[in-house]
């Protein structure tokens, strides 16, 4: 115990603390983001917001372009909630009844940024399949047009798309919500080749592929001798 | 008795010794001097810089497609060879085929789904499975037009070294993609934003700090997110940043050299570059003045004070001549506005007016919060706590560095207060000199269309820093609760530039 104590006493023990705990805390976000979503299409012409009613869910279906689907991308909007408040996130069966994976967001989670992201284990042979995507808001509180909302876009490339709002009971046609769903590789390695791909694209060749990784690599190695020189030298006098 | 192969095998071995050995012993020693960590600093800049640059798509810095179109125009043959069309300019900001750009600039930015990526930040690129985009051979086999046929032309009319530069590089890559070109020109503003990290490190040697702290407050310096994102784009913000950095260099020289012809004239000629950077540069020509006043007052002791102050007016008609006769009049008059007329019955009505529009918590905290970290086209944004907890240490900071200067009492590991008087002034000038600009504008079209965007008030990152780090410092003991005031900030400045890239940027483009 003493020995602990002596050593947490140490700068040097609690600097290396502060920032090994930061790394840690900003590459667990950066994995938790790392995921590819659908980019053949882009919210683009008429938008608007869907509000969420308390305890009525926001349904849209949607057909996976890939395997491994592990999120789902939407944007949702004003979604800071108080108190005895949730926002129930569900991929479900194409029929929507049946929930295959869930997260909740509850008042004390920060706000997403851009999208919300619904992450669940990934679904390996998810190509070709229908899901379902559901939101719930629960709340005891009449909040008005303050309510958290989603994202949704009206359009040519949406022709064919729908949601269904059971609030206040209509389906709406040829407009779909702001989602995207989101595949991964099957590994780690897989989804950082993957990311190197997508960073390397409109590119000079000197900036791609393993050149690219280079200039992360000399980056990385670069900042953490700078770190361990500066930071873990001993005190001026 | 030594056989002639075991002396061989000796001397071989002695050899690898000196080779191996010495060498590793040296750069031990060479790696616990600061100059070394200075040049992995620069070093480590630069990588983060091509990481930066990578990480915007193309164009998708602010104005990037203008600073672009207006650097491949200025690449132009003098003699316009080719059919020019006049039509009357019709721009749509969310379309850029309304633009009198080349169709190389204008296509290109079509292929990159420019339009869409650009304020939205839900949408991004379409991607491939490949490190090849859908469009990219389509762009890097194009043989679209690379000048401009349409006129009269959207390009800046704004005269800047940073364009000069970018034109020759234009023409170097001639033969090249217009991804390569672009990029190679983004590196440009890399090598600049490293040529600042670099007269950081100068300029806080100079006031006084020591070797190991004048580091860290350069790293400070390199790892603000948005300095790095800024001199990661093709625009001419970074050639101001760039000019301030070397004044303020010069600057701090007279201050603690005196009156030197060499310190005067790098002085003269960063502030001549702020000119030829962008238009707030004007500013530098006017702090000059009372800065070359101030330190000649106190180096001409001799000379009686009425010779002192007929020399001094003489000097400055001397220079506001020259001035006015290079500068052309319709560049005075297009950053002053002066000819034009005033939407307010009165210049104290437009005054109050812009006041009540900009001088509120909610504008100041976006000023604020783009500072540190909207990025792209200012819709990427870092989180609002974090910018809470930045604003208040700044606000922590300024207190001290008020209570430092107020105080009678001098902290041995701090700057002389001198500097300090100096950062807050070219501070105050440049704020003056923005919301000058950005009232004039008001005054004229009763909108805030200029606005003040943190990147705005880059140009005096370095004096900012040292403020702040000063300021913090006050509230320390001794040199050793100074040090390790340093090292936290530079491990929150490090994590904060990281949760920029890997937290915001990237996800916002890539995923």
Sequence with gaps: ?237 | MFSLKKAKKLEILSLLYYTVYMPFNQTLKISKKPLFWLSVLLFVFLAKGAIFSLSLPFFQGPDEQLHYATIQYRAEPTEKNWPLRHMVRTIDGGDISTYHFSEETIKSAQATQFDEVKFQNENTQTFTQSSTGINEPMIAESSWKRYIDTYQSDVSGTSSFYYSFGTQMEKLFSHQSILFRFFSIRLFSVILGTLVILLAYLTTRKIGFSAWHSLIVASLVAFQPMLATTAAQVNIDIALIFSFSLFIYAAVSLLRDGWRWSWIALLIFSAGLGLYSKGPGLILIVCALPLLIFVAYRHFTQISKRNFFLGLFLAGSFIFGLTFTFVPASYLASITNITATSHFSSPSESISRYFDKTIRQGALRDTEASYWGHFGWLDTKVSGRTIDIIWTLEIIAWIGAILFLISKKQIGYLPEKKYIVFSVGIIIALELAIRFYDWRVFDVTKQILIGTPGRYFLPNIIPHIILMVTGLGYFTRNKKQFDTLLKVLLILMILFSLYAMFDIIIPRYYL
């Design chain 1, 1 to 237: 115990m003493n020995h602990l104590l002596t050593k947490l006493n140490n700068e040097r023990t609690w600097l290396a603390l502060l920032f090994v705990g930061g790394l840690l805390w900003i590459f667990v976000t950066f994995f938790s983001y790392l995921s590819f979503p659908d980019s053949s299409y882009n919210f683009i012409g008429t938008t608007n917001k869907v509000k969420l009613d308390p305890g009525a869910p926001v349904t849209q279906t949607f057909t996976a372009t890939e395997n491994n689907l592990n999120q789902i991308k939407v944007v949702f909007g004003n979604a800071t909630i108080t108190k005895k408040e949730t926002v129930v996130f569900e991929l479900a069966d194409a029929a929507c009844t049946h929930p295959l994976a869930q997260n909740t967001h509850r008042p004390y989670d920060s706000s997403p940024f851009i999208y919300y992201r619904l992450s669940f284990p990934a679904i390996p042979d998810s190509l070709g399949q229908t899901y379902c995507l559901v939101v719930t808001y629960f709340s005891p509180y009449d909040r008005g047009s303050d309510r958290p909302s989603l994202g949704a876009s009206a359009g040519e490339q949406f022709t064919g798309l729908s949601y269904t709002n059971t609030g206040n009971g209509r389906t709406y046609e040829n407009r779909t919500l702001q989602m995207r769903p989101s595949y991964g590789s099957g590994s780690l390695y897989g989804d950082l080749g993957r990311l190197n791909d997508r960073l390397s694209q409109y590119k000079p060749g000197f900036l791609k592929g393993p050149f690219l990784t280079g200039i992360f690599a000399l980056f990385f190695l670069g900042t953490f001798a700078l770190v361990y020189a500066l930071i873990f030298r001993k005190n001026e006098e």
